[in-house]
């Protein structure tokens, strides 16, 4: 018999607007400092400069107000835990709209303006809401957990990108990407025998084997939330992580580099 699909687990809706909002004010607070010269920089996002990146994160975000505005679909068809697995099928209409939204607003100010003002105000629709997501139907509260894995990587994104930059990351958001992410590990993986431990904010179970019960597992992943998150999206190889003591791992069924990255 197939293992049981397993459940996302519940997020508070209330913690995760106030995450979003907060996240965003930092991502529009620190860019609004940026110079002409670092938002020509690159990114490790191949051949997106800062500038795109910038204006792809008011993309991400404003997302909600422009799903909010389609017909309501009759039901989801996404949960939470299937999200990350269907992004890829986007990434190149995603690139494209990128680079045509960067080109379009020159004045990032004013865009981050308009973006925050729609987006606040889409903050008020009720979570049961579902959205007409080109990834698929979600309901709004599902999706907003969503948004702060596009918040929180590419603010990490930003970050890697200007030397000196330090954009703060909102906790909620951050504990609410990285449990995302590690329980998408786990339905990717379904198991009992590897405990992937990303403190202080998630421990999953996954890997099919011997169960654990009792006592320290025989087989312990471990790294901080970041190097999850960058694990996770493919801005780290798993080679490289264990590499450069990024992450430790134990036991024989402790190798993760087949999994990931989750999200691409």
């Excluded at 004013?110 to 606040?120: G, H, I, Q, S, V």
């Excluded at 992410?181 to 403190?199: F, H, I, K, Q």
Aim: glycine content about 6%; proline content about 7%.
């Amino acid at each position: 018999m197939p293992p049981a699909k397993k459940r996302a687990r519940a997020y508070d809706s209330v913690k995760i607007r106030a995450a979003l909002k907060n996240q965003f004010g930092h991502v529009r607070e620190a860019v609004g400092t940026l110079t002409p010269e670092q938002l020509a920089l690159g990114t490790r996002l191949g051949d997106w400069t800062v500038r795109d990146l910038a204006a792809h994160i008011t993309m991400a975000v404003e997302t909600v107000s422009r799903n909010l505005a389609r017909d309501e679909p009759p039901a989801p068809e996404l949960t939470l835990l299937d999200w990350p697995f269907a992004t890829a099928a986007r990434a190149g209409d995603i690139a494209d709209g990128t680079r045509d939204l960067a080109a379009a607003h020159p004045d990032l100010d004013a865009l981050y303006a308009r973006t925050e003002e729609r987006f606040r105000a889409a903050l008020t629709a009720p979570g049961s809401r579902v959205l007409a997501a080109r990834t698929g139907a979600m309901t709004l509260s599902d999706y907003l957990v969503t948004r702060t894995v596009e918040l929180v990587v590419h603010t990490d994104d930003l970050n890697a990108a200007v030397p000196g930059l330090d954009v703060p990351y909102d906790r909620q958001a951050l504990a609410a990407c990285t449990r995302l992410l590690a329980d998408a590990l786990a339905s990717r993986a379904p198991g009992g025998s590897t405990e992937v431990r990303v403190p202080p904010f998630a421990v999953v179970q996954c890997v099919e084997g011997p169960k654990h019960t009792r006592g320290t597992p025989p087989n312990v992943v471990e790294t901080d939330p970041l190097t999850w998150i960058r694990l996770a999206t493919g801005r780290l190889t798993w080679e490289e992580a264990l590499h450069t003591a990024k992450v430790s791992a134990s036991g024989e069924r402790a190798d993760l580099g087949g999994l990931l990255p989750l999200m691409k």
